[in-house]
């Protein structure tokens, strides 16, 4: 079956810039997807289609795609960007999609 | 406003049955595709099912192929998931979120989530 592969964790200084990364053999051809879930909440999506940002998402959001890595970077980091991430892609059929393991992104 | 409400979870003994709903408002909800996602305690997130616009196509994890059930109405605007021989593994909570069929991983609205706890 198909998999995303996220780093656990990443750690990041206020005001600097995290880059969380998330791999997959069919990235290439499938768009990729950033959920941010925060303690007790439900998930929201912060980027679509590798590189759109939703209407309320903060312009620090961004996202970018090179082969089968894709990258969710935040710059200028806040605290309330303390979170997990998760990364959704379809498998090469298009058929079914699958998470990453997620990303606990800790701001110092 | 668009609103996803789930309801139904509880506590269930392993083996049991129960079944979720979610309850749409504030958009088509026929338009859309819609999903249940789950959540494990500490764990990450998992595509359980996901039923089309029409209910004519369905997908389900290998890990509930076969005793668990999606459904829609769209009259009523209501998704379910019926779940049997629940399992202790299945305890989690449950998202339902809708997409458009162009773009299936575009879950751009979620429920709050409803808790199921499998336990004896």
């Known amino acids: 079956s198909y998999e995303l592969t996220q780093p656990p964790s990443v750690s990041v200084s206020l005001g600097q810039m995290a880059r969380i990364t998330c791999s997959g053999e069919?990235?290439?051809?499938?768009?990729a997807y950033w959920y941010q879930q925060k303690p007790g909440q439900f998930p929201v999506l912060v980027i679509y289609k590798d590189s759109e940002r939703p209407s309320g998402i903060p312009e620090r959001f961004s996202g970018s795609s090179s082969g089968t890595i894709v990258t969710l970077t935040i710059s200028g980091v806040q605290a309330e960007d303390e979170a997990d991430y998760y990364c959704?892609?379809?498998?090469?059929?298009?058929?079914?999609?699958?998470f990453g393991g997620g990303t606990k992104l800790t701001v110092l | 406003q668009v609103q996803l409400v789930e309801s139904g979870g509880g506590l269930v003994k392993p083996g049991g049955s129960l079944r979720l709903s979610c309850a749409a408002s504030?958009?088509?909800?026929?338009?859309?595709?819609m999903s249940w996602i789950r959540q494990a305690p500490g764990k990450g997130l998992e595509w359980v099912s996901y039923?089309?616009?029409?209910?004519?196509?369905?997908y389900y994890a290998d890990s509930v192929k076969g005793r668990f059930t999606i459904s829609r109405d769209n009259a009523k605007n209501s998704l379910y998931l019926q779940m049997n021989s629940l399992r202790a593994e299945d305890t989690a909570v449950y998202y339902c979120?809708?997409?458009?069929?162009?773009?299936?991983?575009?879950?751009?609205?979620w429920g709050q989530g409803t808790l199921v706890t499998v336990s004896s």
């Open positions: 039923i089309s616009s029409s209910g004519s196509t369905i």
């Open positions: 069919a990235l290439p051809k499938k768009y």
């Open positions: 959704l892609s379809a498998d090469s059929s298009g058929t079914y999609g699958v």
């Open positions: 979120a809708r997409s458009l069929a162009a773009a299936l991983c575009e879950l751009d609205y």
């Open positions: 504030g958009f088509t909800f026929s338009d859309y595709y």
